[in-house]
């Protein structure tokens, strides 16, 4: 039995010289550079029973070339491979395929058409059949029935329409099914799901579909592990069939018009298994129950509901909470500082943001040594940020906009070495969302509280910064001198605030930005020069009292004030390039006087004049 070479940097053509392998049974060429059409001498692998060309790039079309392989072949896997076309006719001769897997390569092909296909000799023995993120359009048919060994389908990320035929409920094999992200509507029912009694993994988020069932229905499938029904009208009641899936691990029923409480058993009674749910966008109110026996959630997402009341209890291994765009209020202390808390050391994301949460934020942040993003914003905390933020050295994220907090920002945040990766942020002057996991943007946005005091020069260390949003505060004294060490900045806004004092001349040195606004401060002096500060508009050093371009107000005018000296006590810098030019031109015209002058008057001295010059290239010549 040979085998090929994967995961490595080959390129070029696939070599011709692989063709005199002809006991080939294993070629596995995935994840190499091979610029290359399917070879047409596959053929002469008469034992081929493993073929992957996944993640090379593959030109042309799925040719019939692929139905020439011998009878022997059992697994062909195309993925992410850049072929193109259609699945061709010539696979119905493969009668020994157990498992085809071509993802992600765009396929344009009715999904009728590849069933059609497959039904021949191959439907009594395929048993995965995973064609994710194409093109595969049209609806399902009934004859999805016949594949009766099937155990993987796998259709999401397509645009499949239509309803899934009852027949689906006849394939007693089936483990996996993910049709998630499709266009397809219509009603699911008992029938479905009849004779699924292996199905581990069930995804169908993302379309239109209603799930309606008996109340007293009890699922077939007692050892689902996952089960998506996301974006699926399962309400307005609380399905209560979900208390009888022992072996759950993971549970999303987002988006799935459910109207009522959380029933107050539900988290005694969920599996105990049970790691990730998410019931956000719906329509739950009422308090949240205690979470502290579902001792084995690692996430918990109840974002988008109308839930009340404080903040409940939760286990210590839990790593998400979401529980953000609700009705929560009270204060975060027992949550965070209580003894029953103390040991939250897993913890990664907390996002509580759009509450009525209140009181002072509390400081005992050394709690949650592993948060990574903290969404605090549009709640109404007070007070001062305390000082045991600085602990949370794993952060990435921090969002506390639009609250009432007040006093000076802690230096203590320089500790935050990972520099701030933000999932909501007002950046270049419009909210944008981001997802947490991609690391798009690295940003701190305090912005819309009360906080006073300078900004402290230690924010300046931060030098991976892309954005800073300090903006309606009352922070007062100057910019800092060395903002231009925030190298990667591309976005300030210290707009609506207090500063006052001169820009520095450092800013000028932020090559990446974007996006400034200084306006609504007491600023005063010349803007610096430098082609990105040039190049803003005019608005954005609006409410000040600036001079110099891209403000129309010229800096000789006797009305703007110019700082006579700098915190170093010399001349200002501006001042001393004013005076510079003042000086210059003032030498020139005397010293145009005191020595042309003369020569224009006095003949006789014109004429000594050009004999000196004539005796001085003379001597040149000589040298």
């Given at each position: 039995m040979g085998r090929g070479g994967s995961f490595n940097s080959f390129g070029g053509p696939i070599p011709d010289g692989l063709q005199n392998l002809t006991s080939l049974e294993h070629l596995d060429l995935r994840s190499n550079n091979f610029i290359s059409s399917i070879p047409t001498w596959l053929h002469k692998f008469t034992r081929l029973e493993y073929l992957s060309l996944r993640g090379n790039r593959l030109e042309g079309q799925i040719s019939s070339v692929v139905g020439n392989l011998s009878s022997t072949i059992k697994s062909l896997n195309l993925d992410y491979s850049e072929v193109q076309g259609k699945i061709p006719t010539s696979i119905a001769r493969l009668c020994n395929l157990r498992s085809i897997s071509i993802i992600g390569v765009?396929?344009?092909?009715?999904?009728?058409?590849?069933?059609?296909?497959?039904?021949?000799?191959?439907?009594?023995?395929?048993?995965?059949?995973?064609?994710?993120?194409?093109?595969?359009?049209?609806?399902?048919?009934?004859?999805?029935?016949?594949?009766?060994?099937?155990?993987?389908?796998?259709?999401?990320?397509?645009?499949?329409?239509?309803?899934?035929?009852?027949?689906?409920?006849?394939?007693?094999?089936?483990?996996?099914?993910?049709?998630?992200?499709?266009?397809?509507n219509g009603t699911l029912s008992e029938i479905h799901f009849a004779n699924l009694t292996s199905l581990l993994a069930f995804y169908v988020s993302g379309n239109s579909l209603t799930l309606k069932v008996s109340p007293d229905w009890v699922p077939p499938f007692k050892k689902i592990k996952s089960l998506d029904l996301g974006s699926c009208n399962l309400g307005p009641q609380f399905p209560s069939w979900i208390n009888s899936l022992e072996h759950l691990l993971y549970l999303d029923m987002s988006n799935s018009g459910i109207l009522g409480t959380i029933p107050s058993r539900f988290f005694k009674s969920i599996p105990r298994r049970l790691k990730h749910f998410n019931l956000?966008?719906?329509?739950?109110?009422?308090?949240?129950?205690?979470?502290?026996?579902?001792?084995?959630?690692?996430?918990?997402?109840?974002?988008?509901?109308s839930l009340s009341g404080p903040i409940p209890f939760i286990p210590f291994n839990i790593r998400l909470l979401d529980l953000s765009n609700n009705a929560l209020a009270g204060s975060l202390f027992h949550f965070l500082c209580s003894e029953r808390n103390e040991a939250k050391h897993s913890m990664e994301f907390l996002i509580l943001a759009n509450n009525s949460l209140s009181g002072e934020l509390p400081d005992c942040w050394m709690n949650l040594q592993h948060l990574s993003v903290l969404k605090l914003g549009n709640n109404a905390f007070t007070g001062a940020l305390p000082a045991s933020m600085g602990s949370l050295t794993s952060l990435h994220s921090l969002q506390l906009d639009h609250n009432n907090l007040s006093g000076p920002i802690p230096a203590s945040?320089?500790?935050?070495?990972?520099?701030?990766?933000?999932?909501?942020?007002?950046?270049?002057?419009?909210?944008?969302?981001?997802?947490?996991?991609?690391?798009?943007?690295?940003?701190?946005?305090?912005?819309?509280?009360?906080?006073?005091?300078?900004?402290?020069?230690?924010?300046?260390?931060?030098?991976?910064?892309?954005?800073?949003?300090?903006?309606?505060?009352?922070?007062t004294g100057k910019i800092p001198e060395n903002v231009g060490a925030m190298r990667s900045l591309e976005s300030i806004d210290f707009s609506g605030n207090l500063l006052s004092g001169r820009?520095?001349?450092?800013?000028?040195?932020?090559?990446?930005?974007?996006?400034?606004?200084?306006?609504?401060?007491?600023?005063?002096?010349?803007?610096?020069?430098?082609?990105?500060?040039?190049?803003?508009?005019?608005?954005?050093?609006?409410?000040?009292?600036?001079?110099?371009?891209?403000?129309?107000?010229?800096?000789?005018?006797?009305?703007?004030?110019?700082?006579?000296?700098?915190?170093?006590?010399?001349?200002?810098?501006?001042?001393?390039g004013y005076w510079l030019y003042v000086s210059t031109a003032f030498g020139f015209v005397v010293g145009f006087w005191c020595v042309i002058g003369p020569l224009l008057i006095n003949r006789r001295w014109r004429y000594k004049y050009c004999h000196f010059l004539d005796r001085i290239i003379a001597k040149l010549g000589c040298l």
């Open positions: 765009k396929l344009s092909q009715d999904i009728s058409q590849i069933i059609d296909i497959f039904s021949g000799c191959v439907s009594d023995v395929i048993e995965i059949v995973d064609l994710r993120d194409n093109k595969l359009s049209n609806q399902l048919i009934n004859e999805l029935g016949q594949f009766k060994s099937l155990q993987g389908l796998l259709l999401g990320d397509n645009m499949i329409s239509g309803h899934i035929p009852s027949s689906l409920g006849k394939l007693s094999s089936l483990q996996a099914v993910s049709l998630s992200n499709n266009k397809l956000s966008h719906n329509h739950i109110y009422g308090e949240i129950p205690s979470l502290s026996e579902a001792t084995q959630l690692e996430s918990v997402d109840l974002n988008s509901n945040l320089q500790n935050c070495a990972k520099f701030i990766e933000n999932v909501l942020v007002v950046m270049k002057g419009r909210e944008l969302e981001y997802n947490t996991m991609l690391k798009l943007v690295r940003c701190m946005d305090l912005s819309g509280n009360n906080l006073s005091g300078d900004i402290p020069e230690e924010m300046t260390n931060l030098v991976a910064l892309q954005s800073l949003n300090l903006s309606h505060n009352f922070l820009i520095p001349q450092s800013i000028s040195s932020l090559t990446f930005l974007s996006h400034l606004n200084l306006s609504d401060n007491n600023l005063t002096g010349k803007i610096p020069l430098g082609t990105q500060l040039q190049g803003f508009n005019a608005s954005c050093f609006a409410g000040n009292n600036l001079c110099g371009a891209p403000l129309p107000k010229n800096c000789t005018d006797q009305n703007v004030p110019i700082p006579a000296e700098n915190e170093n006590g010399g001349e200002d810098e501006d001042e001393m």
